[in-house]
């Protein structure tokens, strides 16, 4: 559940405003909304634009804090190896700093990966969600098959983004971030889908659990320290983008902290 606490303590221009704030605000939800468009159709180029020459980091899951450019790299590995991982987004808004050269991009999303796994041996038998015998259960002398499921996982991108005076003034993205804040399993054929044992979910932060669990039996290390709906890192998340606003440092490498 999220947190019923306005996290924000300052209010910045988010809606409305100047001519000037109204444009920049939507340059920059054109960085927030590339990331959908470009990552998932492998347009790397036009991908690669929407960040800063040098010194952009991006964070997930399932890479933890990556360059722009090693994120690009194992994202196409992966599409090598067939993960399959889009984004659907559902809205995006801008607040700009006082100083205008410096704004945080929120793009509310769903990521959804969609993974195929071998279905579990049970008492001799391959089972479904419901654990129930029919149709739907595989005699394990039977050639082994493999099942889709998604796993979709609702988040926030925060994009913290700024305003270069060396490039003519164009908004380019320094790090992306994300809350994720709740998650759930759906099965392909409206049946199967694996069942996570306790240890594999407890390991992993509420709000991406199950993203978490199903990318872990890939063999990927899943990041542990990524924001949620609600308590430390979240306060933490808000306070590192208000000073991104403010024109301060920030830092956002948590990991092992």
């Not at 000037?20 to 470009?38: M, Q, T």
Request: glycine share 8%; proline share 4%; with cysteine.
């Amino acid at each position: 559940m999220t947190s019923p606490q306005d996290p924000h303590t300052k209010l910045y221009s988010h809606i409305n405003g100047q001519t000037s704030d109204l444009l920049d605000r939507y340059a920059i939800s054109e960085l927030c909304k590339g990331w959908p468009v470009y990552r998932d159709a492998s347009e790397w180029q036009n991908y690669r634009d929407l960040f800063t020459s040098e010194g952009a980091y991006v964070w997930t899951t399932w890479s933890g804090p990556r360059t722009v450019d090693e994120f690009i790299s194992i994202s196409k590995a992966g599409k090598e190896k067939s993960v399959f991982i889009m984004h659907r987004e559902c809205g995006t808004l801008v607040e700009l700093g006082k100083d205008r050269t410096r704004a945080i991009g929120k793009m509310k999303a769903t990521i959804t990966h969609r993974f195929k796994f071998s279905p579990p041996l049970t008492n001799g038998t391959r089972t479904t969600t419901n654990g129930t015998n029919g149709t739907h259960q595989h005699d394990a002398a039977q050639t082994e098959e493999e099942y889709e499921f998604d796993v979709d996982c609702d988040c926030r991108f925060i994009f913290f983004a700024e305003k270069n005076a060396s490039t003519n003034n164009e908004w380019k993205t320094r790090y992306v971030k994300l809350f994720y804040e709740k998650d759930k399993v759906v099965p392909v054929d409206g049946f199967t889908a694996p069942r996570f044992s306790k240890a594999e979910l407890e390991k992993i932060p509420r709000g991406y659990k199950y993203l978490g669990a199903a990318q872990a039996r890939l063999g990927y290390e899943i990041d542990l320290d990524l924001p949620t709906a609600s308590g430390e890192l979240w306060d933490r998340m808000y306070g590192e983008m208000e000073k991104w606003l403010d024109g301060e440092k920030v830092d956002l490498f948590w990991e092992g902290k």
